[in-house]
């Protein structure tokens, strides 16, 4: 069965400060591993995408990186701002129709 | 453009009421999708259109009907729909059927069933 599982499930750090999400997945085959970022109530919006053969990819203070051996990935947000608060969705797709999201993490900038 | 638009932003409808939300999208896609997402929870794949006809169903209630006027619109009719049904509706759309392209979601429709 498909699996993404994230962690952790919600985290809170200061404004300014920087902090590492993780993605680990079962998806396979596997074509392309994506890291969204959805607001309460709004649509998810793309932060990154990364196929098989990407290490790294950077959007801004947003940096994912993909180790496709393991199986894992991970998003780093630098320097932390308030506007960063939101759940941060790995989801991996097989190439077909159908993306496997996982529950995605809650992040909270404080002041 | 790379805007997925949906109509309206919030919707609260009776179990006996027939309403319809409204996707758009301007960039040539020629796959489109509807998802439901409950709280804190990742978004259900609903159905998908590829060149307009319906490719998935996964098996949702016939209380949800979707339709797809022409390669930029997609709809949702929803008939007699339950309390259990309110969720966020989210549309997204991607260059086309294979899951190698990038899915572009609308901000979705906050639906509340009373």
């Known amino acids: 069965k498909n699996q993404v599982e994230q962690s952790p499930q919600s985290l809170i750090i200061l404004e300014g400060k920087n902090c590492t999400l993780q993605c680990n997945y079962t998806v396979s085959p596997f074509s392309n591993l994506r890291w969204y970022k959805q607001d309460t109530g709004r649509g998810p919006v793309s932060l990154t995408i990364m196929t098989f053969s990407e290490n790294t990819k950077s959007n801004g203070r947003y940096t994912a990186t993909l180790d496709a051996d393991t199986k894992q990935s991970s998003l780093h947000i630098t320097a932390s701002q308030l506007s960063d608060s939101a759940s941060y969705i790995c989801?991996?797709?097989?190439?077909?129709?159908?993306?496997?999201f996982g529950a995605g993490t809650t992040v909270t900038v404080r002041a | 453009d790379t805007e997925v638009t949906q109509t309206p932003k919030h919707l609260v409808m009776g179990m006996t009421n027939k309403k319809s939300l409204k996707c758009e999208q301007h960039?040539?896609?020629?796959?489109m999708y509807w998802y439901k997402q409950k709280a804190k929870k990742p978004p259900e794949l609903m159905f998908v259109y590829s060149y307009e006809k319906l490719s998935i169903n996964e098996s949702v209630p016939s209380r949800f009907s979707p339709e797809c006027p022409n390669s930029s619109l997609l709809n949702l009719h929803l008939h007699a729909l339950q309390p259990e049904d309110s969720a966020l509706y989210l549309c997204?759309?991607?260059?086309?059927?294979?899951?190698?392209?990038?899915?572009?979601f609308g901000q979705g429709t906050r639906l509340t069933v009373v």
């Open positions: 960039m040539g896609h020629r796959a």
């Open positions: 997204a759309s991607s260059e086309d059927l294979q899951g190698i392209a990038e899915a572009f």
């Open positions: 989801v991996v797709s097989a190439g077909d129709y159908k993306l496997s």
